[in-house]
């Protein structure tokens, strides 16, 4: 677990903006850059158009064609668990997104051939879904794989990025919270293309021709990502973290009917003992009941499954604080599955001609894709400074802050939608058709909110995550989303099922092949009244949450009892330090590092040079 894995003790040194010894800082992140925009041109694209696809070639109806989809986005981002929990405790993560890289491709090469050939397609048979034997098998196991290798990727790709950077430099804090806002970046510069080029193709030139560039795109995306490995600061994995965590419960468990000794009285592994990359924790004092796994008997060895340190209890405690975080943002990710399945089926009963050009329902997102790239350079470079200069925070505001924001749009998005549906639906039933663009209010609504969310949970959970479980932790965004999809699911099932026993009509709200028949307005209003209760949770959870305390003050001022309040500023304002007091300290620091540099250069000459003059 010591070093890093190339084996050297230079290569471990923390990298940052200036790019030290070649290696890490934003020199290092631009190939992660060119991966995610590459991929998310096939990914993002497939997202908001296979429902089109499993209706218009696979023959699913309505709900079934966005179970499928709202499944397989769920199990995707489930399975990012396994890229970030193999990455920490394998292989390191370059190693683990290649590999999953190469199944994604896999997969894509076999969704293609299945597009292109047509007796792989099912005849139209009036059912739920029409696909059986040979096709069902090929159709399920290229979902499966693709889930498998995109969600592996997604596990461990961004920690590999924000390990470029030195978190407990204040210089490089700062530069990791613009990292996650540049990675999203890419994404949406990737998306635009895909939602546009890729579907354009796909839905008028041929579904398998959209699939084949996304596949050659990908591929493209994974061999720039290879290329970047001699800039690349790589971590080694560590011991793996299920186990820690499983040890910690064990243990605390067995010594339950122990007394809880003080704080000084428990096991705790010197700084000489700590791993070259991992941080010591301090003692906090929630869950005060998993202290007990650090209880060391009397007589007894320190020995894993025996005793557990301090430092690894606190590790799970900051994932057991993380849950409440993780559990009120589910709702939100619900919301988001609704504008990739039925506010596309919305847009393909809308009228949808540009002048002579027919616009693809699938590329409405388009609009707040484009909102987004002008919107995240302006956060970045406006609204980040200004906010900056009032609350001391390296981000501008608190990442927790930044996700409840995000929450509010998205109930706002779902309102919109509701209202946006009955116009779409009474003018439908009257023979008239409204715009397509009238569903550009609740993409371009919940647009903002997935920007100001989707960054702040990336950043939460790297930020506060313990050093050994980075891209677990991180993996936790996903999770949230595989969990929303897989509710999704849930949902529709459950609305029909019960409104089909009162309407009525004796028909669900969400039915049948055609979307003017059903009252898909109820279900977004909803799922817009669950928000607003959700968001309550989010509050109650995040002004529960103690942050982990940050080491990049701990040398400038007094540590506090609690690091700070998750709503709250995590670090106090008032013993910020401005960036010309910080920049100067920093020239410092630089300059006394140059000169030892040379001294040490100077005393590493002068032997040689005594020798010389001793050969004369």
């Not at 003992?273 to 202290?291: G, M, N, P, S, V």
Request: glycine share 8%.
């Amino acid at each position: 677990m010591q070093g890093d894995v190339e084996g050297s003790k230079e290569d471990h040194v923390p990298l940052g903006l200036a790019g030290k010894k070649g290696r890490g800082g934003f020199r290092a992140t631009i190939f992660v850059y060119g991966l995610v925009a590459l991929d998310s041109m096939g990914f993002v694209a497939n997202m908001v158009s296979l429902v089109l696809y499993f209706m218009g070639v696979m023959h699913f109806d309505i709900p079934t064609s966005a179970n499928t989809l709202t499944n397989l986005m769920g199990s995707t981002f489930l399975l990012t668990v396994l890229g970030g929990f193999i990455s920490d405790a394998y292989l390191n993560r370059l190693h683990t997104v290649l590999l999953f890289g190469f199944l994604e491709i896999m997969a894509l090469v076999l969704i293609t051939i299945q597009a292109h050939a047509k007796s792989m397609h099912p005849p139209a048979c009036g059912k739920a879904s029409c696909v059986e034997g040979g096709i069902e098998f090929m159709l399920y196991f290229s979902l499966g794989l693709l889930a498998l290798g995109s969600g592996g990727v997604r596990g461990a790709l961004p920690a590999l990025g924000a390990d470029q950077f030195n978190e407990k430099d204040p210089e490089e804090a700062r530069a990791l919270a613009s990292y996650f806002n540049w990675m999203t970046l890419s994404t949406v510069v990737g998306a635009v293309v895909g939602v546009t080029g890729i579907v354009n193709l796909s839905m008028f030139h041929g579904w398998w021709k959209g699939f084949l560039v996304s596949t050659v795109g990908t591929f493209i995306g994974f061999v720039i990502l290879a290329a970047g490995k001699p800039f690349y600061h790589l971590r080694q994995p560590g011991d793996s973290p299920l186990i820690r965590i499983a040890q910690v419960f064990a243990l605390a468990i067995r010594n339950r009917r122990l007394p809880l000794p003080k704080v000084e009285e428990l096991y705790e592994i010197s700084h000489k003992e700590t791993i070259a990359y991992e941080e010591k924790l301090e003692h906090t004092e929630q869950f005060r009941f998993l202290d007990k796994a650090a209880i060391l008997p009397e007589g007894m060895q320190p020995a894993p499954w025996k005793v557990c340190s301090v430092t690894q209890v606190e590790e799970v405690k900051i994932l057991t604080r993380m849950l409440p975080i993780l559990g009120s943002t589910i709702i939100m990710n619900t919301c988001l599955a609704q504008l990739q399945t039925f506010s596309v089926q919305q847009g393909n009963d809308m009228y949808r001609k540009i002048g002579k050009h027919d616009f693809p329902a699938p590329s409405v997102p388009v609009i707040p894709l484009v909102f987004m790239v002008i919107l995240i350079p302006a956060y970045e470079f406006f609204f980040v400074p200004f906010a900056r200069k009032f609350t001391g925070h390296p981000a501008g505001i608190t990442q927790l802050q930044r996700v409840g924001v995000g929450l509010v749009l998205s109930a706002v998005s779902m309102a919109v939608a509701g209202i946006v549906e009955v116009k779409r639906r009474d003018q439908a039933l009257k023979g008239h058709l409204i715009s397509l663009f009238w569903l550009s209010f609740q993409y371009g609504i919940f647009g903002i909110a997935d920007m100001f969310t989707l960054v702040g949970l990336l950043d939460f959970f790297y930020k506060e995550a313990p050093s050994s479980m980075k891209s677990m932790s991180t993996s936790f965004t996903w999770l949230s989303l595989s969990f929303g999809y897989f509710l999704s699911t849930v949902f529709v099932n459950l609305i029909n099922a019960v409104t089909k026993r009162i309407t009525p009509s004796r028909q669900g709200w969400l039915h049948g092949q055609l979307l003017d028949y059903n009252n898909l307005n109820l279900f977004y209003w909803f799922l817009a009244i669950l928000s607003c209760l959700n968001f309550l949770l989010y509050l109650y959870s995040a002004s529960w949450y103690k942050y982990k305390p940050d080491d990049t003050e701990s040398n400038n001022k007094p540590k506090a009892k609690d690091s700070g309040e998750g709503l709250l500023l995590a670090k106090e304002s008032s013993g910020a330090k401005t960036d010309e007091e910080e920049s100067k300290q920093n020239a410092a620091k630089r300059n006394e590092e140059e000169s030892a540099q040379e001294t040490d250069d100077a005393k590493a000459k002068a032997p040689s040079s005594e020798q010389s003059n001793g050969t004369k």
